[in-house]
Every structure is written in C-alpha cells, then in structure tokens.
C-alpha cells in the first residue's frame, strides 16, 4: 500500500513538472513595470538636479510551438526633471511611447519550472519633452534589441521573467520645437551587466 501511494505521489509530481512548459497554442498576456531615481548635486552649493523616470511596457504573445513565440509590445517612459541653480528651480518633464514587435525562444532546463529565454524585438518610438506646458523637443526613435532572460513557471500559468540588458541598436531624431532643427544619433549599446528588468506574465 505504501509502494502504491508513493508511484501515486512520484507520477503525480511529474505529471505537474510535465505540464510546467510553454505549449503551442498559448497565449501570454503580461508586461513589465519599472521606477529610477537620480540626483546629482555639485559639491560645496545646494545647486542639484534630480531625474525621476517610470516604465511600463504590457505585451502580448502567442506560441507557435513550446520553444518560439511571437508577439507584440508598447513601451512607454514618463519622467520629471528638477534643475535648482541657487533659487531657481527648473522644472520639465517627458513621455515616450513604444510600440512594436518581438521574437522569443524557450529552452527549458531539464523538466525543471526554469526557462532560459532569448527575445529579438524591434520598436517604434515617439515622444516630447515639455518645460512646464510649453513642448520644447519632439522625438521618433527606431530601436532593435537581442535580449537574455530566465522564465519561472509558478504552477500553470504564472511567470515570473527576468532580462539583463543585452545587444541594443538606436537611431533617434530630435527636433526642437521653436526652429524645427533636428539633430541625429546612433548608437549600438552593450548591456548584459548594466540593466535588469524583471515582470510577470500569465499563459492561456
């Protein structure tokens, strides 16, 4: 009788581990939230600048098989900046949003609940910056990124997801709002030890 509930309990564990992946035909529905805080004060005067920034990026995906998925995303940041020189203080604020694309790959280790995850996204921005209600610079920002990550599958439809930074490419175009002047930049950023996001996500 022993022998029996402990088979009953051993299939019963790995029934669960069994059903703890990533199935074709799954949807996810989650997303990512983020806060950072800044300030920079010069030494010897109460002269400082303090930057404060939100994220927030939901996005949805489908399974197009227990490794890949494809969806979509929209990022969004909204953010303050205090400027105090002596008793003057400064105040702007800005807002950009993201739409876009992205790719992921699961590779599940072992039958363990622990993905290793990959993500290919490709995004389109555009946003502002304001000094109190009057728009001073307006953005458009193209960005690609290869970014690594850890899923954890808490029972069947809960994960918990972890990126670092990755391979990033930006090519943005700033144009000020009194002359229409524009000013272009690129860049190729490499991120893996300076960025951590972390969100969750539920599976259908």
Known sequence: MKKMIVMAALALFGTQFAKAQVQKGNFLVGGTLGVNSTTEKVDGSDNKETSTTFTISPKAGYALSDKWMVGVFVGSSFGTNKDKVGEVTTKSKH???????????????ADSKVFFMSEANVSYGFGNDKAGDVKTYKYSTISANVVPGISYLVGKRL??????GGLGYRNETKTTEATDAKLKTSEFAFNFTKEFTVGVAFLF
């Open 95 to 109: 807002t950009m949003i993201a739409p876009g694309i992205f790719v992921r790959n699961y590779c599940q280790i």
């Open 159 to 164: 994960m918990l997801e972890g990126q670092f």
